[in-house]
Every structure is written in C-alpha cells, then in structure tokens.
C-alpha cells in the first residue's frame, strides 16, 4: 500500500527521501471530528524533531468523512525506535548484536529499510512511537474545551478514552499476505509453516503462538507410534505401564527441547534480550487525576486497598462459586454414570448402550458451557478490579482462568485416578472429553469463521471512487483480534490430557495431530482474513505460558506414576516381593525424580556449552 508523497507530511531528513511512502497504520477518528481537532492531532504526530517532536507522516486520508489519518515514519525515525527498545540485528560480520543508531553503518543492510525492518517491526516500532507521543504543556482540544490534557499525558490514550480516537489499527500488506497465505494454509500439503515469514509480517508473539502448534503436534509424533505400537499387545493393562513411563520422559524433554528453540528463535529474531518498554496505562483505567510527588506529571491515581477489596469480596466469592458449580458438575455425573452402569448390567439393550455412554458426552458439553461463561465472567472482573496496565490485567486474568479450566477439566480425571482407582472409567471419560470437545473447537474455530467470510464477501458493499481508501476502511471495519489467550489455553488442555492420562487411552495423541493439523490452517485463516491484523508484539517466549506447560510436566511424574503403581502386573510383583503399593509409588517418584534432574542438568550443560562458543551471544 504505497502512495506518492502528495499530502503527506514533508520530510525534512536528506536521508529519508522516497518517491513513494507505505501507510503502516491507520488512526480513525470519531464521524462529527471537529476538523480543527484533526489539524491540532496532525500537527502533534508530524510536529518535527528539532522541537521535540516524533516527525510521523501523517496523510489526511481524503476520506468522505474526513475521520481517517494515514500514519508512517521515516527511517531515521524507526532506526532510533529500535535502539531505544533494544533490538538485536546482525552487523557486517554476520553476529546478532544490540543495534546501536550512531554506529549504524556496521549493521548489514542498514542503510536499506525494507531488508533492516520487516513489515511487523516497522509496525511495532510505529506504535510505540505514537502511543509515547505526550504533551509538553497544559492545553485543551481545539474544538473541544473541555477536554483537557495536562503535562506527560499520553495523547492518543487520552483521545481514545475521550472516544475521539475511535481505532488505531495497522494495515496488511495485500501482495505479502497473498504470499504468506499461499505457503502457510491455502495450499492442502503437509510442508513445515514458514514461521520466519510469519514472523515478519504478524511479529514475534504470532509465530511463537504458531510455532509452539506445530512443535507440540510434531512432538505427538513419537507418541502416536508408540500406541500403534502398544495395540499389539494383549488387552491388558502392561502396555499403560510402558505408556507410563514413556509420558513422565516425554512431557520433560519436549518442554526443554523447545525452551532451547526459543531461544534460538528468539535470537535470530533479535528479541532475546530486548528492553520490554514503558507502556501507558490501560485505556478502561479509572482513576482520579492527580499530581506525582516524584516526577510532578499529571497522572490517574486509583488506591490499591480499593482493588484488595473488591478482589477479596467480590472476585474471590464468585470465582469460588464458579469452582462449585465445576464440583456439583463432577459429582451429578458420577452420580449418573453409577446409574447408567447399573442399568447397562440389568438390561444389554440398544437404549441402555446410549445411556452407558450419555452422561459424559453431557458432562463434556457442561464443561464447555461453563468455561465459556466463566471466561466473560473473569474477564467482567478483572475489568472491574481496574488494574492500571495491560500486563497486570493479562495476569490477573490468566491465573483466574487458569485456576478454573485446571479443576473444571482435570479435577474429575485427578478424582477418578486417585480416588476411584478406575482405569476403564477413566479411559472413557478421557476418549470422551476428547471426541467431543474437539468437535465443538472445530465447530467454533472453522466453521463459523468460515461463515462469517462468506457472509462479509457477499454483503461486501459498493467501491467508492477511492478504492485505496475504502480498503483502509474495510480492514477497519473486521472484527479486533481477540489474542492468543484462548488459543494457548486449548493447548495448555491438550497437553495436559495427553502427559498425564493418555497411558490409559493411548490414541490420544493421534486424534490431537489431527485436530491440531485443521487447527493451524483455521487459526491462520482468521488472523489472515477474519479479523483486523493485529499490531505486532515483540516477544522472547510464549510467556508465562511456559511456566504453565512445565507445571502440568511436574503433575505428569505423580499421575502416572500412579497409574503405574495401582496396575495389576505392579500390584502382583509387589505381593510376589512383599513390597507395599505405598512404598513402590515414593521409590518410582525418587527414581523419576533422579531422572528429571540428569535430563535438566544434561540441557542446562548444553546450553552453557553453546553460550561458551558464543553462538548464542549478543
């Protein structure tokens, strides 16, 4: 989406002149903007750097209603942004090293925009500058009196809390996206996804998302030909044993083999050390203007023993309440199995063989209802404990819902392991959870995306008589981008199905490849065509996401060392040896215990070693 200079801002730079600029963002304004508002927020963004300005190009948009502001930046402009946030690029002698704008010659390609900075962190970059752009003096709005903005204040936050800046979005790049579109799900193949193309046009944080997908499916590999392998044993319980065993080591080794790509990832890409920068409060914050006694700015201040209280006596008692309808859930479908069974056993009709099986595919469908509404809910509350930045409310947010899908979707597998001792149970509530639960996603993930494009394409309205403008306004007018929070946490469930229980059902692995290969062309088919691009995020990892598939590794070692444990070829060697169950299960946690240890220590030599040869090294 490149346009000639025409009305877009005058570049004073010498070394920044281009015949033709490539609109990175797009800022729409409310529909009635008083147009000496526009002026004013125009003359902010492009407002030169010899004043203190940021000097971002800014195109009027010449839209019908006059609401749209087209955004790009210089080189030099982008060049600083990414020594100020600590990006790594590869210098002359091919090493990834902190970038530094004074010695710039030294980097390879430096002097060549569009091969230095891709697409997402130009865009990055872009939105980083915008959202810091604040006020040197107290003023008010032209045209709105009342609205004013005081010394430090973010000026795009304010406006759209105000609601006078009604989106700030970035724009696809239509030729890229075709190309990506074409190598990452248009094609039916089974090829690797080009994650560094991935990477450069949707930014760190998305192809960390896609590339722990197809890591993670590529990992159940092993595990599916171990339960072929498994089939050819007798129908008995020996091959759980084997299975067991073979998921303690598995659900250690995947997660450090991937920390150990990330970080390799994380290093070509340049985040691996980057400075995560200063964001502005949330938009939703609420608070009352006052004065810092430190930095004398004018800030919103809300009294944290407020936020303690509303999350002691309001949070805390629905969540729990929440959590008992998940134990009330578990509880009537034990209820019914026992009743279903009972029934089965006096009566082998075609009905009794219905219900035998009825009450966990009802389960499964209140399960997902629940975790549905507690989701809104959690959310609903997290909003309303008013935390200052984004990164405090994904946090809060992600325990919440963390704490619930553990219990809703594990606290009846844990119950009947531990508890009821019911293997065959258990492999039917697992085989269950997963047939259904995975119909459902599928349902959710493509089929209605899938509809909702077809309907857009068909109720798509008329081409105006600037087709470039209307396009600007239609990638606006998608949905936002809801995150990855979903998508990690259906992960974050399949992994733990599949390390702590699939010794007793083990075809699990096969059936998440196969929900998880539709899964990375439907979740690259809504970023790529359902929603808006979102803006790209720098990212060295998946997160605090990394410390949750570790901790489900760790529940791993005690579930199925149990399951080991209370297997009838263990119990029989046990009476043979006169070894008590109890007493097996702490010398099977001591030996894994031992073995978790050498493989961690194996990988943590590894990677010394590798930073020793400096391969690793910024």
Not at 362 to 373: C, G, K, P, Q, V
Request: proline share 4%; net charge negative.
């Amino acid at each position: 989406m490149r346009q000639a200079m025409g009305s877009w801002t005058a570049i004073s730079c010498s070394c920044c002149q281009m015949d033709s600029i490539q609109t990175l963002a797009v800022i729409q304004l409310r529909p009635n903007i008083k147009p000496e508002a526009k002026q004013w927020l125009m003359a902010l963004l492009e407002a030169p750097a010899t004043i203190g300005g940021p000097h971002i190009l800014v195109h009027p948009g010449e839209d019908n209603e006059g609401h749209i502001l087209l955004l790009s930046a210089t080189e030099c402009l982008l060049l600083q942004a990414t020594e100020h946030l600590g990006y790594a690029k590869m210098d002359c002698h091919g090493f990834m090293r902190t970038f530094c704008y004074s010695s710039r010659t030294n980097f390879l390609h430096s002097d060549k925009r569009e091969l230095f900075l891709s697409l997402s962190e130009q865009q990055f970059l872009l939105k980083y500058v915008v959202e810091n752009l604040k006020v040197q003096a107290e003023t008010y709005i032209p045209g709105y009196p009342d609205c004013i903005l005081y010394p430090g204040q973010h000026v795009v936050h304010l406006l759209q809390k105000l609601k006078i800046v009604v989106k700030f979005y970035p724009l696809h790049d239509k030729p890229r996206l075709d190309s990506l579109k074409t190598r990452w799900y248009a094609q039916l193949n089974l090829a690797p996804q080009p994650i560094d193309a991935i990477c450069s046009y949707f930014g760190e944080s998305v192809a960390f998302y896609f590339d722990f997908l197809g890591y993670f499916t590529v990992s159940l590999m092993s595990m599916m030909l171990l339960s072929y392998f498994c089939a050819f044993f007798q129908d008995s319980l020996d091959k759980y044993v084997v299975f067991a065993l073979f998921n303690i080591l598995w659900s250690t080794i995947t997660m450090e083999f991937w920390k150990r790509h990330s970080c390799v990832q994380a290093y070509f890409w340049g985040t691996l050390q980057w400075k995560s920068y200063l964001k502005p409060c949330r938009v939703q914050f609420r608070g009352t203007l006052t004065k810092n006694a430190i930095t004398g700015k004018w800030e919103l201040y809300y009294p944290p023993w407020k936020r303690v209280l509303r999350v002691l006596f309001v949070t805390l008692p629905i969540v729990c309440l929440f959590l008992g309808l998940t134990v009330d859930g578990m509880l009537i479908f034990l209820y019914w199995e026992k009743w279903a069974q009972d029934q089965y056993h006096k009566s082998n009709q075609f009905f009794a063989t219905i219900m035998l099986y009825l009450p966990s595919v009802i389960h499964t469908f209140f399960m997902e209802i629940l975790n549905a509404l507690y989701k809104k809910t959690a959310a609903a509350l997290t909003e309303w404990e008013n935390h200052k930045h984004e990164s405090t409310f994904q946090n809060y947010l992600t325990v919440k819902v963390l704490l619930f899908r553990f219990l809703n979707c594990f606290g009846l597998l844990f119950y009947i392991t531990f508890y009821l001792q019911d293997v065959h149970l258990l492999k039917k509530r697992l085989s269950s959870l997963l047939i259904v639960s995975q119909t459902i996603n599928q349902v959710n993930e493509f089929l209605l995306p899938y509809l909702q494009q077809k309907l857009k394409v068909g109720f798509k309205s008329q081409v105006g008589t600037n087709p470039f403008i209307d396009e600007v306004v239609s990638d606006g007018d998608l949905p936002s981008f809801s995150g990855l929070f979903d998508d990690y946490m259906e992960l974050f469930v399949q992994f733990g199905y599949v390390s702590l229980f699939s010794c007793v059902y083990p075809f699990t692995a096969a059936l998440l490849i196969l929900n998880n290969i539709t899964e990375i062309r439907t979740d690259a088919f809504k970023l790529c065509q359902v929603f808006q691009k979102p803006f790209p995020e720098a990212a060295d990892s998946i997160g605090i996401w990394q410390v949750a598939f570790e901790m489900l590794g760790y529940f791993s070692v005690i579930t199925n060392c149990f399951l080991i444990s209370i297997s009838p070829e263990v119990q029989a060697f046990c009476e043979e040896y006169e070894v008590g169950p109890e007493s097996f299960l702490l010398y099977m946690l001591g030996a894994e215990c031992e073995v978790f240890q050498l493989i961690k220590n194996d990988f943590i030599q590894a990677n010394c070693g590798c930073l020793q040869k400096g391969e690793f090294e910024l």
